[in-house]
């Protein structure tokens, strides 16, 4: 079974940074792809930026240019760098990964984590 822990979520004020954190344990021979979504209240979850093993990164329009999504395939773990961030992206913040072990594929999903931008 495969287990994602977020990290590095809070409270910022506006125009501040925060890096969010994502490991992944258990029975992985490989990470295809690995993301955050984020979901605000009353909203549907979004896609906030992904990245494939080999480095390939997708962004959402609203957050080009100021969050940065990267990886360490060696820890089996994804970053997000988030800069200038606005009230509009206060939201839960949730990591995804899509792989397979040995015998059997897994897109597991991790428990989220709170981000709030607020002055």
């Known amino acids: 079974q495969v287990q994602l822990v977020e990290s590095g979520g809070g409270l910022v004020q506006p125009g501040g940074s925060l890096r969010l954190s994502c490991a992944a344990s258990?029975?992985?021979?490989?990470?295809?792809?690995m993301g955050w979504y984020r979901q605000a209240p009353g909203k549907q979850r979004e896609l906030v930026a992904t990245?494939?093993?080999?480095?390939?990164?997708n962004y959402a329009d609203s957050v080009k240019g100021r969050f940065t999504i990267s990886r360490d395939n060696a820890k089996n773990t994804v970053y997000l760098q988030m800069n200038s961030l606005e009230p509009e992206d206060t939201a839960a913040y949730y990591c995804?990964?899509?792989?397979?072990?040995?015998?059997?594929?897994?897109?597991?999903w991790g428990q989220g984590t709170q981000v709030t931008v607020s002055s």
């Open positions: 995804n990964a899509d792989g397979r072990g040995r015998y059997t594929s897994f897109n597991v």
């Open positions: 258990g029975r992985i021979f490989a990470i295809n792809a």
């Open positions: 990245i494939t093993d080999g480095g390939n990164t």
